[in-house]
């Protein structure tokens, strides 16, 4: 599990995410990132060195939730580890969309994937 300050939560931060944010493909999940800029929205309370991230695995992927629920575990404990290291640069809302391919991939390919996104992105240290 994510520290509370480390998620991306509400509808608002998602909104400010999907407006000004851009987006990195991988085959399993798609991401979606942008710097933050405080004075830009300043009634919400960002910050320079805050760094958010939200996932989300849609209904259309499964009707079922423990399987939804199974792939956020393993899209989570990616970033967790990756957290633990330091190896991610704050300063940035960063949101994992899952696609449908997720359901047959397992927890090292889907590593793979927010690697690359992470790569593409630069948001590696």
């Excluded at 480390?6 to 085959?27: S, Y």
């Excluded at 997720?102 to 390919?109: G, P, T, V």
């Amino acid at each position: 599990m994510l520290a509370k300050d480390k998620r991306l939560r509400g509808t608002k931060e998602w909104e400010v995410l999907f407006k000004e944010g851009n987006f990195v493909g991988a085959n399993s999940l798609t991401m979606k990132y942008w710097k933050i800029e405080p004075k830009k929205y300043p009634r919400r309370k960002f910050e320079l060195e805050d760094l958010k991230i939200g996932f989300s695995v849609g209904v259309k992927i499964s009707k079922s939730a423990v399987k939804r629920n199974a792939v956020r575990r393993k899209m989570r404990e990616v970033i967790r580890l990756l957290l633990k290291d330091n190896k991610i640069k704050s300063g940035f809302l960063i949101g994992f969309m899952a696609k449908n391919v997720i359901l047959e991939a397992d927890y090292h390919k889907i590593e793979e994937d927010i690697l690359f996104c992470l790569k593409k992105a630069k948001l590696l240290i």
